[in-house]
């Protein structure tokens, strides 16, 4: 092999930790070759006259695998589960002249492309359906039709439609942002509101603890979900008061810190409660929160108060609603099936290099 060919690789398929079976891939020039030099099929025969997508049991060194040759030069061994037999397989094969690569690094060695490596080991981390058919549209050039389209307009001098383009496609970055990573909604409110009980209702099971005393969330209780298809971390925090006690206090400033970082908060009231000067601090604090009037199965208080959801966390009626409110205020735009999304910081500096070329060709 001329020192300058690109040694095989290989690459862990399966995620670490123990398991029933692990997969390794050998791929490149010369990686079958290095593993018929290691293998002991158990037929006696060859490994290299063996048809193509046969599994071959054998021994490799000391342990025993089964193997497949995926065609070309790419060639599969599983073996017995557990960190231990793939890092002996690994480590022979890397002494044995192959590179040892993760496998996103492998997926962006592969891809000339790098919107589609980018789509494919984010797609190893999506957590919905919608979000990874989003992603898929990206991996078939959805992303790359339309960059493609916005230079065709600015080479036309069509200045209108390129920045509308690009201003449509900078309105979806923050989407971009959560395909895998979730939204962070946060649950707020004074003591005994019905927090945890709305967490639990949206949840559709019982993660936080609910009781009538205040003060009983003193830390942040969180959880993962998805919301009309959309991944979702839901945090529950401590009651919002004045007078909390000293312990009581660290969880009303974390639960003050999770609503600085969130993405939505939702201020949970008692519908059953008069309205007070406490209640109206919230809102003023968080103008932009969504307002959720609990307990509706209960008598309202007399008064007015501000527009919001109506919801009995108890008895589920309002949960419908305010699942859906809470989708509209993440993604108040979904994009249709094909629709081009940026979701790495390349997108988001192709789409500012775009926007400087429209200005300058525009004078």
Not at 93 to 110: H, I, P, V, Y
Not at 279 to 304: C, E, T, Y
């Amino acid at each position: 092999m001329p020192p300058d060919f690109p040694a095989p690789t290989v690459v862990r398929l399966t995620p670490p930790g123990r398991g029933a079976i692990a997969s390794v891939r050998v791929e490149g020039a010369g990686g079958v070759e290095i593993v018929q030099s290691l293998f002991h099929a158990r037929d006696g025969m060859p490994l290299i006259e063996h048809p193509a997508d046969r599994l071959i049991l054998g021994r490799f060194e000391a342990e025993e695998i089964v193997i497949r040759l995926s065609g070309g030069d790419a060639i599969d061994l599983h073996c017995h589960g557990g960190t231990a037999a793939v890092e002996r397989i690994e480590e022979t094969l890397e002494s044995a002249g192959c590179r040892r690569m993760n496998w996103r690094d492998s997926t962006a060695e592969r891809h000339a492309n790098p919107t589609e490596a980018a789509a494919v080991t984010a797609l190893a981390d999506a957590r919905t359906e919608r979000t990874a058919a989003i992603l898929l549209d990206q991996l078939n050039g959805a992303w790359d039709r339309a960059v493609a389209a916005i230079r065709g307009a600015i080479g036309r001098d069509d200045f209108a439609t390129a920045r509308q383009s690009i201003d449509a496609l900078a309105a979806r970055a923050k989407l971009g942002k959560h395909l895998v990573k979730p939204w962070s909604v946060v649950l707020a409110g004074r003591p005994n509101v019905g927090k945890s009980s709305t967490l639990n209702a949206l949840a559709g099971y019982r993660r936080a603890i609910v009781h009538h005393a205040p003060g009983t969330t003193r830390d942040a209780v969180t959880l993962t979900t998805a919301i009309d298809g959309w991944p979702v971390e839901l945090c529950d925090t401590a009651g919002l008061r004045a007078d909390a006690e000293p312990i009581e206090r660290a969880g009303v400033e974390l639960a003050r810190t999770r609503l600085r970082q969130a993405d939505l908060c939702v201020l949970i009231f008692d519908r059953s409660a008069p309205w007070s000067e406490a209640d109206r601090s919230l809102p003023a604090a968080w103008p932009d929160a969504l307002l959720v009037h609990n307990k509706s199965d209960l008598a309202a208080a007399s008064g007015a108060r501000p527009p919001g959801l109506s919801l009995s966390a108890l008895t589920g009626e309002g949960v419908p609603s305010l699942i859906e409110a809470i989708s509209a205020r993440l993604v108040p735009d979904p994009p249709a099936p094909g629709d081009a999304v940026p979701f790495t910081p390349d997108h988001i500096e192709t789409l500012r290099k775009l926007a400087e070329s429209c200005n300058a060709r525009q004078g």
